[in-house]
């Protein structure tokens, strides 16, 4: 008979399944639930940040006996962490039996647009007024504070990009 979903009263029964009697006469779980994970790429906020949930690493793990919960470390990236990072996914029964699996999270760096203007038909020993306007591609968000740089022939020059997003030389 069961009293709740992972203990049961055995009686004149010496096993049941893959639990192990206890020493009252109770079944507990004793088995360890299953553990399935997939890769997952994620990009890079505008703060360069990202998290993930272990909801999103977890492909249907399981236990035979009781609901799971999940956990998954480490679960924040940074701008550091751009390529293929391991995690892992942590499965807990209500028994207190876990089990871990690791995947891959593939960190992205966000995309940006960028828009060059300025003149293209002067004389190369003239003076060039030249600008850019920098966004975010995903959300059109003017992207401050950052550096660009202007090349023409073997003449370099960098600016930052105002709160516009606009740098210009």
């Known amino acids: 008979t069961y009293a709740n979903p992972y ?3 055995v009686s004149g029964y010496t096993t049941f399944g893959s639990f192990a009697v206890g020493q009252t006469g ?22 360069g940040t990202a ?11 399981y236990d035979h006996s009781s609901k799971v919960t999940l956990s998954v470390s480490p679960n924040k990236f940074t701008t550091a962490n751009v390529g293929i990072d391991s995690v892992t996914l942590t499965v ?15 960190v992205k760096k966000r995309a940006a647009l960028i828009v060059y203007t300025g003149d293209s038909t002067e004389q190369y020993s003239d003076k060039q007024m030249l600008s850019a306007v920098l966004t975010d591609s995903a959300t059109g968000t003017v992207l401050q504070s950052k550096a660009i740089r202007f090349d023409l022939g073997n003449q ?3 600016a930052l990009t105002d709160t516009t997003g606009k740098a210009g030389t």
């Open 7 to 9: 203990y049961a009263t």
């Open 26 to 47: 109770a079944v507990k779980d004793a088995e360890a639930p299953i553990v399935r994970t997939k890769p997952v790429a994620i990009t890079l906020g505008l703060d």
């Open 51 to 61: 998290s993930i949930t272990a909801e999103q690493v977890n492909d249907s793990s």
């Open 92 to 106: 807990t029964d209500a028994s207190g039996n876990t089990a871990q699996a690791t995947t891959t999270i593939t």
């Open 156 to 158: 370099n020059v960098s």
